[in-house]
C-alpha cells in the first residue's frame, strides 16, 4: 500500500506564475488535508477536503490560493500569480474516518519563488 | 483557543540520556494527541497518540505523559540516540475526521554522542 504521494517535490517559480501541487492519498483514504510549513516554523493548516467537496477551508488565504479533490485523479493545490512569500513546504496528509483522526502524510512539495 | 504551545524549541542532549518536550493547550474540546517527528526534507511521520482517557502511554522508547486537569502533555524519549535528532511536533485535535489537526511550533532535538 503506497503512501501518500505529492509531486512535484521541488517547484521553482517566478513571481508571478502559477503553482500547482498535487497530492494523490493513500488507499482508501477519502480525507484530504493541505498544510503549510515556513522555514523553522510548524505546520499551519490551509484546508480539508473530501472527493468533490471543499469541508473547510479556513487556513487558506482568500486570494490566489484555492484547492481542489475531483471525483478521479489527485487534489490539487493551486497558486496564483505566486509571490516570494509563498516560498515554503506545502504537505499533504490523508485519513480514513473510521480510525480516528490519524493523518498520514507526505513527502511535501518545497516551493520556492524567484 | 485554538493554539498548542510547545517548548523547548531547540534541545540538545546526550547520548543515552531523556529526551523531554512538553506541550499545553486550552481548547477543552481536543480529545486525540499526536506526536509527529520529521526528519530534514521529510514529512512528518507520525511516532505516538494518546487519547485523555489515559494518563501515560509508552511504545518502546516514547512515553507520552498526559495530565488533563492542567492541560498538559508531554513527551519522553528514554536512551535518546542520535538517530532520534529531529524536529517534534505535538499536536491536538477531536477524534473525528472533520476537524484539523492543530501543530505545536516543533522542538529541534539534537542528540550528541
Known amino acids: 500500500n503506497a503512501g501518500v504521494m505529492q509531486n512535484p517535490r521541488h517547484l521553482v517559480r517566478r513571481r508571478g506564475q502559477e503553482a500547482r501541487l498535487r497530492c494523490s492519498p493513500m488507499?482508501?483514504?477519502?480525507?484530504v488535508y493541505w498544510y503549510r510549513q515556513l522555514p523553522e516554523e510548524g505546520l499551519k493548516f490551509m484546508v480539508y477536503l473530501q472527493k468533490e467537496n471543499i469541508i473547510d477551508e479556513s487556513g487558506m488565504p482568500k486570494e490566489r490560493f484555492s484547492a481542489e479533490f475531483p471525483k478521479e485523479g489527485p487534489s490539487i493545490l493551486r497558486i496564483q500569480q505566486v509571490v516570494r512569500g509563498d516560498s515554503a513546504a506545502y504537505f499533504c496528509?490523508?485519513?480514513?474516518?473510521?480510525?480516528?483522526?490519524?493523518?498520514?502524510f507526505g513527502p511535501g512539495t518545497r516551493l520556492t519563488v524567484l | 483557543q485554538q493554539q498548542v504551545k510547545q517548548s523547548p524549541q531547540s534541545l540538545i542532549v546526550q547520548k543515552g540520556g531523556i529526551s523531554i518536550i512538553n506541550c499545553a493547550y486550552e481548547n477543552t474540546a481536543f480529545d486525540y494527541f499526536p506526536w509527529y517527528q520529521q526528519f530534514p526534507g521529510k514529512g512528518p511521520a507520525l511516532l505516538i497518540a494518546i487519547r485523555p482517557d489515559v494518563s501515560e502511554k509508552k511504545e518502546g522508547r516514547f512515553t507520552i505523559s498526559f495530565n488533563k486537569s492542567a492541560k498538559q502533555f508531554s513527551l519522553h524519549i528514554m536512551d535518546s540516540q542520535p538517530g532520534d535528532s529531529a524536529t517534534y511536533f505535538c499536536a491536538a485535535s477531536t477524534e473525528t475526521s472533520y476537524d484539523k489537526v492543530i501543530f505545536g511550533p516543533g522542538t529541534s532535538l539534537s542528540v550528541i554522542p
Open positions: 496528509a490523508s485519513a480514513v474516518l473510521a480510525v480516528g483522526n490519524e493523518q498520514f
Open positions: 488507499k482508501g483514504h477519502s480525507h
